[in-house]
């Protein structure tokens, strides 16, 4: 496992931006975002697997949203934030490589403490 510490999040505006950022404690093989509405399930936003770069998105946030970063970092650019985004975002990695797909939050053994993400109307 690493250690992961978030930044970022806040109060914004509907329609407006946020950037959310992760440091990882050691190197990754993946990386995501989930967040958890109240009430809800946590659920996938976007990941990344480094060996290659290649990205995954939730449908509800796709072209909207961002993922970026290298081995260690992660970020998450959100624009054209909506009311419906609110919601407490976690950082997650994975250390080992897996052929499974990275979207699944059972693939990620380490998480970090979540960012509050709020817009408003």
């Known amino acids: 496992q690493v250690q992961l510490v978030e930044s970022g999040g806040g109060l914004v505006q509907a329609g407006g931006s946020l950037r959310l950022s992760c440091a990882a404690s050691?190197?990754?093989?993946?990386m995501a975002w989930f967040r958890q509405a109240p009430g809800k399930e946590r659920e996938f936003v976007a990941a990344?697997?480094?060996?290659?770069?290649t990205t995954y998105y939730a449908d509800s946030v796709r072209g909207r949203f961002t993922i970026s970063g290298d081995k260690n970092t992660l970020h998450l650019q959100m624009n054209s934030l909506k009311p419906d985004d609110t919601a407490i975002y976690y950082c997650?990695?994975?250390?080992?490589?897996?052929?499974?797909?990275?979207?699944?939050?059972?693939?990620?053994?380490?998480w970090g403490q979540g960012a509050q993400v709020t817009v408003v109307s």
């Open positions: 990344i697997r480094w060996n290659g770069g």
């Open positions: 997650a990695a994975r250390r080992n490589p897996v052929l499974l797909p990275i979207t699944s939050k059972t693939i990620f053994d380490s």
């Open positions: 050691g190197r990754t093989f993946a």
